[in-house]
T-cell receptor
Framework: ETGVTQTPRHLVMGMTNKKSLKCEQH?????MYWYKQSAKKPLELMFV???????ENNSVPSRFSPECPNSSHLFLHLHTLQPEDSALYLC???????????????FGSGTQLSVL | AQKITQTQPGMFVQEKEAVTLDCTYD???????LFWYKQPSSGEMIFLIY????DEQNATEGRYSLNFQKARKSANLVISASQLGDSAMYFC?????????????WGAGTKLIIKP
């Protein structure tokens, strides 16, 4: 069983649509992340939730809205997206233990999003 | 300024040969960590190996080893006896202290193709 599960795997939406991406982790971790992966660009961290509280928001446009109802689930709500938002959206989780712990990120397989 | 540089956008290697994937980094922190991840065509990012800045020995994990040269700020990944299943994108990432939270800074990746 995959530790981090993302649905849907593929999503095509128009610019006026509203959709949500879902992520679930079965690893008992206390932190969850949303990353955006565009072609030929480094991964971009979008949001971090640490113990269900959002701790990072890297200047992400408001058309992306995260939700973390509990430590196992993470959503990314999408509305009025632009074609340049087309990308692979990856969810990850980790167990943050201390400032010096090299916690590993465990990733889902991602949602390939196409905005028409 | 780019903090993680992977100079090889793509590599072709014959099966069973050793592979070295380059990664150089830039940081002023004394304490930092370096990661390598593998991303097969399925999309999921898979953790391979970690090196802490204070670790005196090069990290090894099975067929993976990290050639850590601190003075040169390089952290190359070495894959011994390459296999067809090693074909994937490989990403180098660095974790440095950023305010009170840690963020991973990612390279643009190297696409490795193993030829039979």
């Amino acid at each position: 069983e995959t530790g981090v599960t993302q649905t849907p795997r593929h999503l095509v939406m128009g610019m006026t649509n509203k959709k949500s991406l879902k992520c679930e982790q079965h690893l008992g971790h206390n932190a969850m992340y949303w990353y955006k992966q565009s072609a030929k660009k480094p991964l971009e961290l979008m949001f971090v939730y640490n113990f269900k509280e959002q701790t990072e928001n890297n200047s992400v446009p408001s058309r992306f809205s995260p939700e973390c109802p509990n430590s196992s689930h993470l959503f990314l709500h999408l509305h009025t997206l632009q074609p340049e938002d087309s990308a692979l959206y990856l969810c990850a989780s980790s167990q943050i233990q201390s400032r010096d712990s090299p916690e590993k990120l465990f990733f889902g397989s991602g949602t390939q999003l196409s905005v028409l | 300024a780019q903090k993680i540089t992977q100079t090889q956008p793509g590599m072709f290697v014959q099966e069973k040969e050793a592979v070295t994937l380059d990664c150089t980094y830039d940081t002023s922190d004394q304490s930092y960590g370096l990661f390598w991840y593998k991303q097969p065509s399925s999309g999921e990012m898979i953790f391979l190996i970690y090196q802490g800045s204070y670790d005196e020995q090069n990290a090894t994990e099975g067929r993976y080893s990290l050639n850590f040269q601190k003075a040169r700020k390089s952290a190359n990944l070495v894959i011994s006896a390459s296999q067809l299943g090693d074909s994937a994108m490989y990403f180098c990432a660095m974790r440095e202290r950023f305010d009170s939270n840690y963020q991973l800074i990612w390279g643009a990746g190297t696409k490795l193709i193993i030829k039979p």
